[in-house]
């Protein structure tokens, strides 16, 4: 899995030169190869709402009435905010996702953090930290 991910983070990279059929392809082989079980070992907070497969990293905090699923990656150290929904996404790990997000076949990148509420994207790269949504670092492919 550690090999297809370097493999992600490398799109990520290049996002801007990332044609929506390779962006699509790259996520869904993906989750359709590697979140084909639940790993949902340990995680700080509330128990999600979970549609199946999802993929929970170590040291993950889990914030009121979250839904997960189906195909979820969620790495190390990340914090899900409450009320967010996530769905055929990877979250790679030390993510600090805002309140009332709503995530749909989106990639963030690791060390992001985003402190604000009311979001929904899909077919986006997030990456970077912000406190509010206009200086969001995103590429989106519709």
């Avoid at 790679?92 to 963030?108: A, P, Q, T, W």
């Amino acid at each position: 899995m550690k090999d297809i991910l370097e493999s992600i983070k490398d799109l990520i990279v290049n996002k801007e030169n990332l044609t929506i059929e390779e962006f699509k392809r790259s996520l869904k082989h993906f989750l359709n190869n590697n979140i084909t079980k639940n790993r949902i070992k340990e995680y700080i907070g509330d128990f999600p709402s979970i549609i199946e497969p999802v993929f929970i990293g170590d040291n993950v905090t889990i914030g009121d009435d979250v839904l997960l699923g189906p195909n979820v990656y969620i790495g190390d150290n990340s914090v899900i905010g409450d009320y967010d929904e996530i769905s055929n996404s990877i979250i790679f790990n030390n993510v600090r996702l805002g309140e009332i997000f709503k995530l749909d076949y989106c990639i963030v990148d690791k060390d992001s953090e985003f402190n604000f509420n009311n979001l929904t994207l899909k077919n986006c790269i997030l990456s970077g930290k912000t406190t509010n949504k206009k200086d969001l670092n995103k590429k989106c492919y519709e």
